[in-house]
């Protein structure tokens, strides 16, 4: 076919469609683009949502990627506030809210994920807040203030950024987390203990081990029950307990989804003229040997741009270690790779220090690392990861042995 009527349709127009677009252009793409976005907003990056925007320290316009003007100006035709409801894959024809139809040649799918909804009692109270796009941090934002209480449960990522947040705007917050240690589901019991720390040095009341089982609301104060027959009281709720992939658009139209679109290293679905990057895929990564779905912003930018190149023609996978970090009041933690579990450790520095590294072994390779303050340590550590290779761990905790130097070892051997 001609390139320059070939049309491409983007549905999802965040972090993974907004620079999918702009990958198409600068690769080259002459044809059509339509990128399709259910939000008000141009395609913005999410990490200021529970931070600098939450905190009220930017605008909104700081998170966009480009200024709304680009789209136009690229040829880029832009549907905000507009749904994808149906695709249909034999006429390739995808149908919008308002009842429109746009014929595709290629399409993508970056329709990301949604904050998972607490299933309990009272849980459909007007305070209870989720925390996702920029109308939730804009709505959690206007709660903020000094005396008011914030109960945020669930001590993941979100919520914990979300009570930072909330202490720099004077509120009062208490962490309420069903598991042991804070972040669980994602780093060693060792950093959960040290986010627990930070957060209780800074005024939070963090609570382990909680289940909440019902919330009640009077018109001014919220109860939050406990398993245990306690209550907490507040003014705010938020809840940060997981994302979930928009995969049912794609599941109605009959592609293979299972925790997310599943793709191939190239971004492809399981019918030649999809393709799917971002939040919403599990994609093979060759480096791992496996599928695996990603909510974080590395994922969203460079599998993005790899997709879009493979769509525009080129033959090159996605295939990096997956990397991801926060920043909570002074901390800046970063994690490298996706271990199933955080077995063996070796430490670079201990939980003592304000600075340091770790990393998780499988048979005396390195399969992940975190880096506490100490980011100038991750290039290193995520190719001594990608590389696969033996290392001894007596030289890999001496931190007179520069990191940097063991990755270009590993790289020659
Ligand atoms: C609050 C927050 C903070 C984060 N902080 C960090 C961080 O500090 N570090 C980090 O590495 N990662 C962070 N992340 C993760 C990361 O930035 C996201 O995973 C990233 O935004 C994913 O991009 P995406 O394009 O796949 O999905 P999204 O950015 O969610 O975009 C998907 C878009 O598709 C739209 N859409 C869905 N269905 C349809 C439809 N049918 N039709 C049209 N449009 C549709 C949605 O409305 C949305 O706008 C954070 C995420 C959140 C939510």
């Excluded at 994302?243 to 019918?271: H, K, W, Y």
Aim: proline share 5%; glycine share 10%; hydrophobic share 45%.
């Amino acid at each position: 076919m001609n390139e320059t009527a070939r049309h491409i349709v983007i549905v999802g127009a965040g972090h993974a469609g907004g620079v999918a677009a702009a990958t198409l252009r600068q690769t080259g793409f002459a044809g059509a683009i339509t990128l399709i976005g259910s939000e008000p907003y141009p395609p913005h990056e999410r990490p200021p949502l529970s931070k600098e925007l939450l905190a009220g320290a930017i605008p909104v316009e700081k998170t966009y990627l480009r200024p709304l003007a680009f789209y136009a100006d690229n040829r880029i035709v832009f549907h905000p506030g507009e749904t994808a409801v149906a695709i249909d894959r034999t006429a390739q024809r995808v149908t919008l809210k308002n009842g429109d139809a746009l014929s595709y040649d290629t399409l993508l799918l970056t329709m990301g994920a949604r904050a998972r909804r607490l299933s309990l009692p009272g849980a459909d109270h007007p305070r209870v807040l989720y925390l996702r796009d920029i109308a939730d941090s804009l709505a959690l934002r206007e709660h903020l203030k000094p005396g008011v209480r914030a109960a945020v449960i669930g001590a993941g990522f979100i919520g914990l950024e979300a009570a930072a947040a909330a202490r720099k705007r004077g509120a009062a917050v208490t962490v309420l987390e069903v598991q042991r240690e804070p972040l669980q589901r994602v780093c060693p019991p060792e950093i959960g203990c040290f986010m627990a720390d930070l957060h209780r040095r800074n005024g939070v009341e963090l609570r382990t081990g909680v289940r909440i089982t019902a919330i009640a609301g009077a018109d001014d104060a919220l109860a939050l029950y406990t398993a245990d027959g306690g209550t907490v009281a507040a003014d705010i709720v938020l809840a940060g307990i997981g994302a979930q992939p928009n995969v049912e658009l794609a599941q109605a139209a009959g592609l293979a989804v299972d925790n997310g679109i599943l793709t191939d290293e190239f971004g492809r679905t399981s019918d030649p003229h999809i393709f799917a990057a971002g939040d919403v895929t599990r994609h093979f990564n060759p480096l791992l040997g496996r599928k695996i779905r990603l909510e974080a912003w590395q994922n969203a930018q460079n599998q993005a741009i790899a997709v879009a190149k493979v769509m525009a023609g080129g033959n090159q996978p996605y295939a990096e270690v997956p990397w991801f970090w926060t920043d909570q009041y002074d901390v800046n933690l970063q994690i490298a790779g996706a271990p199933e579990r955080w077995g063996e450790l070796v430490w670079r520095g201990g939980v003592d220090n304000k600075a340091f590294t770790l990393f998780a072994m499988e048979g005396g390779i390195p399969v992940a690392a975190i880096t506490m303050n100490n980011g100038r340590d991750m290039r290193a550590a995520r190719e001594l990861i990608a590389r696969r290779r033996a290392i001894d761990p007596a030289r890999l905790a001496d931190t007179q042995v520069k990191l940097q130097d063991l990755a270009k070892e590993s790289a020659g051997g």
